[in-house]
């Protein structure tokens, strides 16, 4: 996997590509410290509802980013799966974001989680493509050292620190991948960690992931949806406090 990384000079730079489709000067796209990132709207809305939330207008409507009144923090919503997210980290820096709160949400295997878990991603296992295009290392592991500063709190909320299996290929976790990543202490899957981490690693950026559990892979071969259920909605709502309390800035 090492030979997709280069370490000749980028010709496709964030800045040109932003102000190119806001038609926008760099000083009115710069941004504040932090960005917290959701993969829909109600989560959305539970982070930006009753703190004065405004549309940075300069990006909309490419980036619709929403800025958290009296704060340095701003929300975005992304779409699902690592070139998205590394391309939004990628904009986003460029104009001033250093620190990356993710709030996702992952599908639990093994014994020790439950729908409604909430955990905080330590390391991710790369079976995806992003984390290869930008670590020279061939280590199949990647993690954050921005995450080891939030354990505490994180224990604090009754939120264990798990490894993760980041892939690609939603409809290929197979039985066998499936036990192999539980027999090496891996238990939960899901899209964006590794590619996450590995652009925050790559670029000097800070970043942290939650995900929320909301579905289990069983150890006899069997799926369990749990997106319906109150156990997953009160995951939720714990995470959405735990940001909203924690995670601004």
């Not at 790369?126 to 921005?146: F, K, P, Q, T």
């Not at 071969?221 to 800035?249: D, P, Y």
Request: glycine share 8%.
């Amino acid at each position: 996997m090492r030979r997709f990384f280069d370490a000749s000079r980028v010709v496709l730079d964030p800045r040109a590509i932003a102000g190119a489709l806001t038609r926008k000067e760099p000083h009115q796209l710069a941004l504040p410290e932090r960005a917290i990132v959701t993969f829909n709207e109600t989560d959305l809305r539970r982070l930006t509802e009753d703190r004065g939330a405004s549309i940075v207008d300069a990006w909309a409507p490419f980036r619709m980013i929403h800025r958290l009144s009296g704060t340095s923090t701003v929300v975005i919503r992304s779409s699902f799966g690592g070139p998205n997210i590394a391309a939004l980290m990628e904009e986003l820096s460029a104009f001033g974001a250093r620190e990356f709160v993710l709030w996702g949400y992952c599908g639990g295997m093994g014994p020790d989680r439950a729908v409604g878990d909430v955990c905080l991603a330590g390391s991710a296992l790369r079976e995806e493509g992003i984390s290869w295009h930008y670590l020279e290392d061939e280590n199949e592991m990647v993690s954050s050292a921005w995450a080891d500063d939030w354990t505490d709190a994180a224990a604090g909320a009754g939120f264990p620190v798990v490894d993760v299996w980041t892939t690609d290929a939603l409809y290929r976790e197979t039985e066998k991948k499936i036990e192999a990543c539980i027999e090496r202490g891996i238990s939960a899957v899901e899209m964006e960690v590794a590619s996450f981490y590995s652009v925050a690693r790559a670029k000097g950026l800070k970043a942290v992931a939650f995900l929320v559990v909301s579905d289990l892979f069983n150890n006899n071969g069997t799926w369990t949806n749990g997106f319906h259920t109150r156990a997953f909605r009160e995951g939720v709502k714990k995470l959405s406090r735990f940001i909203n309390e924690k995670a601004v800035l």
